[in-house]
């Protein structure tokens, strides 16, 4: 069999689609695709596409992968984490295996570099089929991008020139706000020529993503707005402008926060010569920039920083020690990450419990590496069983792994949030997730039940397979399959077994420090807990957005006490571990005991005070004399106490 890397679930489909058709052969039988959790192939399957992740699994199965006669890695440019470990792997692979062919393409690497990597291969430079493209810098620095690229478009559209955009945005959040600004002013203006406005993104249903090759009809113009997945990935018959905002959506480590974070880079110089090539496929095209030539020259990194020097290791790490590397630092990496890296990613899995105090693989680190999951989740999946809980774990997790359950439709956002908090759960997003499902369960996995309670039906389909996948592994391991039912403090104290490591406490109104780093922390306004009435002394989320602030994303309520049982490394109990109501309660109780006995023992002393004045009264009567001069009976007569005696 031949299989093909590609770095991007869209890519590999949207490929093995193409190759089949031009095959004359149903997708599935002699070309067919593998991404995560949905595998379209078949015993007669004799070319294979899928993301370079999945080709990692599979040599954890088979590391000398005998079931390929060839590899292509496609797209090696983009050097993803996924990419690079695959790299090393297949350099010892193609050592042992003589019959072994590995082709390694790209359009823009460092052919010398990769060549020297695997043993001075031969390099061969196929020329390609492309036209003369004008690039325009912006003559000043653009502050918002989406405002420049939308009037950029639009000015071309109105030329009158034949032939359709392309516009470069960092992500689906600015594609989404792009397409409808670029309508809007379109209906502003007077007899303006059609324009089909179609996005394209990772996360968008593949029916969608189909649109972008359909030929538009005629008289009307495409206006495709794209994540860097149109660089070099999918590549759309017709394009002839292009608009580049400069920047993309990257992974990077963040260690203030000790996680990944998505966030907005400038691109490199080789991404902006990609882009600008997409304007020359079918003839001459032009390229219209919104940064400066200066800012391109000395502002943009000549080549993108690789995934694996930049992003967190962790599974990478649980993977390569499953496959009997012991000593990471000597793995063969074309380009090294960090030690810092390596290290901080051994930590959290040993606080996780996946590595020993040596670094090697703990019982649970084994099991660990047979799920597609983060290792959280994973260890999260495992520690269910012991709990009772690991079917209602399962759905957690499964919806956990499909993005964008909920759709909020323009015009009709009050509506799609009154149907969200029908099924919030005021103490867990994640409890709020099962519900959903549980419902959807229910009512027969009705696609009309989705539709009326605005959940992507789409994404609950993904989430059934993902389940089932996932039931499939746990069988295979021997795991127990049972429901806690209605117990969700059993699942709570679950979810917080693999996410005490990412917890924050209650500063103050809506407030949140991370436990560890002392970071403030937001609920994110969609979150089950958010305006809830009261907000709970402590949470753990899944993950952190950074965007205006550091929204926590998937966020459950958690005792204190469980912290310290489950995280001793990081907390321990210094006081009781009620929570903030309980000790107001407590503190106003003890405020009114006090009060009480304070009353009681006020009323004792007047009583006392009473009697002694009383008995000073009768004594004063019997003891009183007349001083000399005075009419007035003098101070009452005290005898003189006699002095003690002692013995006999």
Known sequence: MVGCTQPRRV??????????????????????????????????????????????????????????????????????????VLFGLLREVVARRQDLKLIVTSATMDATKFST?????????????????????????????????????????????????LIFMPGQEDIEVTCELLAERLDELDEAPPLAILPIYSQLPSDLQAKIFQKAPDGIRKAVVATNIAETSLTVDGIQFVVDAGFCKLKVFNPKIGMDALSVFPISQANANQRSGRAGRTGPGQCFRLYTERQYKDELLVTTVPEIQRTNLANVVLL?????????????????????????????????????????????????????????????????????????????????????????????EEDS????????????????FLNVYLQWKRNNYSSSWCQEHFVHVKAMRKVREVRQQLKEIMDQQKMDFVSCGQEWDIIRKCICSSYFHQAARMKGLGEYVNMRTGMPCHLHPTSALFGMGYTPDYIVYHELIMT??????????????????????????????????????????????????MKKAEEQIKLRKEEQEKALVDTSKRNQIVTPGRKEPGTPFTPRRPRSKIGI
């Open 11 to 84: 890519a590999a489909m949207s490929v093995a689609k193409r190759v089949s058709e031009e095959m004359g052969s149903k997708l599935g039988d002699e070309v067919g695709y593998a991404i995560r959790f949905e595998d379209c192939t078949s015993e007669k399957t004799i070319i294979k596409y899928m993301t370079d992740g999945i080709l990692l699994r599979e040599s954890l199965r088979e590391s000398d992968l005998d079931n390929y006669s060839a590899i292509i890695m496609d797209e090696a440019h983009e050097r993803s984490l996924n990419t690079d």
């Open 117 to 165: 990597f695997f043993g001075n291969v031969p390099v061969y430079i196929i020329p390609g089929r492309t036209f003369p493209v004008d690039i325009f810098f912006s003559k000043n620095t653009v502050e918002d991008y989406v405002d420049a690229a939308v009037k950029q478009a639009l000015q071309v559209h109105l030329m009158g020139n034949p032939g359709d955009i």
């Open 320 to 412: 390569l020690k499953s496959l009997g590397v012991q000593n990471l630092l000597q793995f063969h990496f074309m380009d090294p990450p960090p030690q810092d890296n390596i290290l901080n990613s051994m930590y959290q899995l040993w606080v996780l419990g996946a590595l020993d105090n040596t670094g090697s693989l703990t019982s649970l680190g084994r099991q660990m590496v047979e799920f597609p999951l983060d290792p959280a989740l994973s260890k999260m999946l495992i520690v269910s069983c012991d709990m009772g809980c690991s079917a209602d774990i399962l759905i957690i997790v499964s919806m956990l792994s499909v993005p964008a359950i909920f759709f909020r439709p323009k015009g009709r």
């Open 417 to 432: 949030d009154s149907a969200r908090e029908k099924f919030q759960v005021p103490e867990s997003d994640h409890l709020t």
């Open 548 to 597: 205006s602030k550091e929204y926590m994303q998937c966020v459950t309520a958690v005792d204190g006490h469980w912290l310290a049982e489950l995280g001793p490394m990081f907390y321990s109990v210094k006081e009781s571990s009620k929570t903030r109501n309980e000790n107001r309660q407590k503190e106003a109780a003890d405020m009114t005991a006090m009060e009480e006995e």
